[in-house]
């Protein structure tokens, strides 16, 4: 299998770059690989793939925090769940952590293998249009979560039997055992190999969930999502997520809003921008034109002289703020056209016309002229 990149470099971005930064980053290149905009693009879809892994890593300050610490092995359960290990002490065959455990009266972590344990979290990506996020949308999502087995009620025994206290640890989930160490022999609490460290035996297992007391089952639900969410901001679904043990609490589903980009809209905030041509005419005489907005097409006056490039704001006409009636700013830049293809009645009045503006332009040609060459 081919080594993961960077998930920095993925983004091109360094490891002290801001939240804003690595936002930024990620819409620049999530729009760049987008499946809309690449279709049939094999290279693009992976690419896109990559992006988001990278950012849903690097958005998140505890993700982000492991990863720096520790790389792709922070998330890769094969590596332990964390990062290097001591590996040049392997051969003595003991544990740090349980070496810690004998010196401050603690029993490593079998100690809380029976205390509650909050229950996973589940991040759902889901795609919007750039109305759905504008307006709001409700949106049927999908997902697998862990829950406890309804056959057995969690125990992990077979309907109508109970699990029996471990003998070997006394349904402690851990024992204590003499271990060779760097130091000399050492007494450490491991966890019960009888049990597996959950003090308790299950002499018939739940046919169901093969004695585990959970399954994993797919869910729907339909979510609300609210007018004006942004592409990368997350939703969140308290309790939602997969079960807890123990009776510990079940965990959440974060929703991961992607917003597909606008063919005429260019979203940044809340506020909107869009370019509209218009004719020389228009701009030198002034003119009432058309402009596009989220509600629809709308008359907006230009004053006479307007240059090309000029942007013109409309206060109120952006996208509304999350639970609020405020909205941002809809910001117009308007492009004038030059005339192509003229007929020689129009070139000959366009040479009368530069002709009596002549000495003006002239004027105007020197005073710029001046700035640079004195």
């Known amino acids: 299998m081919a080594e993961k990149r960077d998930y920095y470099e993925v983004l091109g971005v360094s490891k002290d770059s801001s939240a804003d930064d690595i936002k930024k980053a990620y819409r620049k290149l999530a729009k760049k690989y987008h499946p809309d905009m690449n279709p049939g693009d094999a290279e693009a879809e992976k690419c896109f793939k990559e992006v988001n892994e990278a950012y849903e890593v690097l958005s998140d300050s505890d993700k982000k925090a492991k ?28 544990d740090f952590g349980d070496i810690f455990s004998s010196f401050f009266g603690g029993g490593g972590s079998s100690s809380h293998r029976n ?8 991040n759902v990506r889901v795609i919007l249009t750039f109305e759905e996020a504008v307006f709001g949308v ?74 585990s007391g959970y399954v994993r089952v797919s869910k729907k639900l339909d979510v609300n999502i609210p007018a004006g969410i942004d592409d990368g901001q997350r939703i969140t679904l308290r309790g939602q997520g997969s079960d807890g043990r123990n009776g510990g609490p079940a965990g959440d589903v974060n929703l991961i809003i992607t917003v597909r980009p606008h063919q005429v809209f260019v979203r940044e905030g809340n506020d909107i921008y869009c370019e509209v041509p218009i004719t020389y005419a228009e701009a030198t005489l002034g003119a009432e034109i058309e402009i596009p907005t989220l509600e629809g097409k709308m008359k907006y006056e230009i004053p006479e002289g307007t240059q090309t490039g000029t942007t013109f704001t409309l206060r109120q006409k952006g996208v509304q703020y999350v639970n609020s009636k405020n909205r941002g700013s809809l910001h117009v830049t308007v492009n004038v056209e030059v005339p192509k293809n003229l007929n020689g009645e129009q070139k000959e009045l ?25």
Do not use: W
Not at 115 to 122: L, S, T
């Open 67 to 94: 990863y720096d610490a520790y790389g792709h092995a922070a998330f890769d359960p094969a590596a332990g769940g964390g990062g290097a290990g001591f590996g040049g002490f392997g051969d003595f065959g003991f």
């Open 138 to 211: 409700k949106k049927e999502i999908s997902y697998n979560k862990i829950q406890k087995c309804s056959t057995c009620a969690g125990t992990g025994a077979e309907k109508g039997t109970t699990p029996k206290t471990c003998p070997t640890c006394g349904g402690a989930g851990h024992v204590r055992v003499q271990q060779r160490t760097p130091l000399g022999m050492m007494q450490t609490t491991k966890q019960c190999d009888a049990c597996r460290g959950t003090g308790k035996i299950i002499e018939k297992p739940c046919s169901d969930c093969k004695g």
């Open 350 to 374: 366009l040479r009368k016309f530069a002709e009596s503006c002549g000495e003006s332009n002239h004027s105007k040609r020197t005073k710029f002229f001046k700035k640079f060459f004195k």
């Open 115 to 122: 205390g509650p344990v909050r229950g996973e979290d589940i």
